[in-house]
Nanobody
Framework: VQVVESGGGLVQSGGSLRLSCAASGSTFVFNSMGWYRQAPGKQRELVATIFSGGRTNYADSVKGRFSISRDNAKNTVNLYLQMSSLKPEDTAVYYC?????????WGQGTQVTVSS
């Protein structure tokens, strides 16, 4: 399974940004997909998860501001994170993760910087 993120960048406080993740593989079936983030000097934390049945879960710090979604194509699942009302404390490297069977796959990460 290959996982590739895109869409990070620099945005002002209060702004919006959309992250994308493409997960692909010839026999790829996922259990859940999620977005994590890691700020400098901090542990990686879960931001949002979407399960194969469509149920979603969010960290308290992003509820009401972030929205996770996905769409399917042949051998590829696209995952999105729409981020609104961004705050400086949202600054971090954002990672896409894919749980497939007993394995967990990660993308390379994309930097999101929110200026005050």
């Amino acid at each position: 399974v290959q996982v590739v993120e895109s869409g990070g960048g620099l945005v002002q406080s209060g702004g919006s940004l959309r992250l994308s993740c493409a997960a692909s593989g010839s026999t790829f079936v996922f259990n859940s997909m999620g977005w994590y983030r890691q700020a400098p000097g901090k542990q990686r934390e879960l931001v949002a998860t979407i399960f194969s049945g469509g149920r979603t879960n969010y960290a308290d710090s992003v509820k009401g501001r972030f929205s996770i979604s996905r769409d399917n194509a042949k051998n590829t699942v696209n995952l999105y994170l729409q981020m609104s009302s961004l705050k400086p404390e949202d600054t971090a490297v954002y990672y896409c993760s894919v749980a497939s069977g007993a394995s967990l796959y990660w993308g390379q990460g994309t930097q999101v910087t929110v200026s005050s």
